[in-house]
């Protein structure tokens, strides 16, 4: 059993949590009294207010690209600062072969210390392996996006099959070490349904609830182990509210990942 595995078994039971969140900084919505290592500290505050509730976070790497060097350093930072005991997923949407994969595995599994990674799939097998060649790492595969382009190929027919269901079939084949797994959109619920009846062993990456609107609900109903992570970012960490104290916005995005928290265990045991 890898890392991962045990990461997930141990806080998922010790925080009673199968929600992730993300950690995407937007400095046109950063409140005004984060001044200081603006970025960085708005982060900290973040997982200093959640990190009991949360089963771990996920970075997109882009809201750290855009600032150029600095923004590296914030994102290394900020992951060095994620409790170990919590999942720490970066969301990159990687995939190249050969030398250049390897480098990009070595780039956010050895330097960067995150413990899974999103990739693009549809470069085939050699664009996995340098990732999931670490057995102690884990690796998930884009298989059915929340965006509305997914319909473009994503569900293009091959012998009457789908394509997403035929990349995670192949996919599955491409190592014995469980440590594949995949990103699928709130929104494709009967999707979900068909993944976590037919494929009870590996993980399932969840993001659309919460900004995007797809209802909690009707997506608890469709999941049918415990091998999930619900992702949910701007609606937590860009709350709504009116706020002007630190104390305040600290307070209110406690309220919303542990709400979330409890609504996930609820209709987990009631609502399927």
């Known amino acids: 059993m890898g890392n991962f595995n045990k990461k997930y ?28 290592d603006r970025v960085f500290n708005f982060n900290k505050t973040i997982i200093d207010c959640t990190k009991d509730v949360a089963a771990g976070y996920k970075l997109n790497t882009a809201f750290y690209e855009c600032m150029g060097p600095e923004g590296f350093k914030i994102l290394h930072q900020t992951v ?13 949407k990687r995939s190249d072969i050969a030398n250049t994969g390897k480098m990009y595995s070595k780039a956010y599994f050895d330097y960067m210390k995150f413990d899974a990674i999103t990739i693009n799939p ?21 298989i059915k996006t929340s965006n509305t382009g997914a319909e473009d190929f994503q569900n293009l027919k091959i012998k009457d099959k789908p394509l997403f269901r035929i990349v995670a079939e192949k996919s599955i084949t491409w190592t014995r070490k469980e440590n594949i797994g995949f990103v699928v959109g709130a929104n494709h619920t009967k999707d979900i349904s068909f993944f976590s009846k037919v494929y009870k062993n590996i993980y399932l990456l969840i993001p659309g609830i919460g900004a995007q609107g797809n ?24 709350p709504d509210n009116e706020y002007f104290t630190l104390n305040k916005y600290k307070d209110i ?20």
């Open 9 to 36: 078994n141990f806080i998922s039971k010790r925080n009673q949590s199968h929600l992730i969140i993300g950690l995407d900084p937007d400095m046109n919505r950063i409140p005004a009294f984060f001044r200081k």
């Open 80 to 92: 060095r600062y994620i409790p170990d005991n919590l999942l720490k997923i970066c969301d990159a």
């Open 122 to 142: 549809y470069l085939g097998r050699d664009s996995i392996l340098p990732f999931i060649d670490r057995g102690d790492k884990y690796v998930f595969l884009l």
């Open 215 to 238: 209802d909690l609900g009707i997506l608890m109903k469709s999941i049918y182990n415990d091998k999930f992570l619900i992702n949910s970012g701007r609606a937590i960490i860009y």
């Open 253 to 272: 995005v406690y309220n919303l990942a542990n709400t979330l928290r409890e609504n996930i265990n609820h209709l987990k045991i009631f609502g399927r």
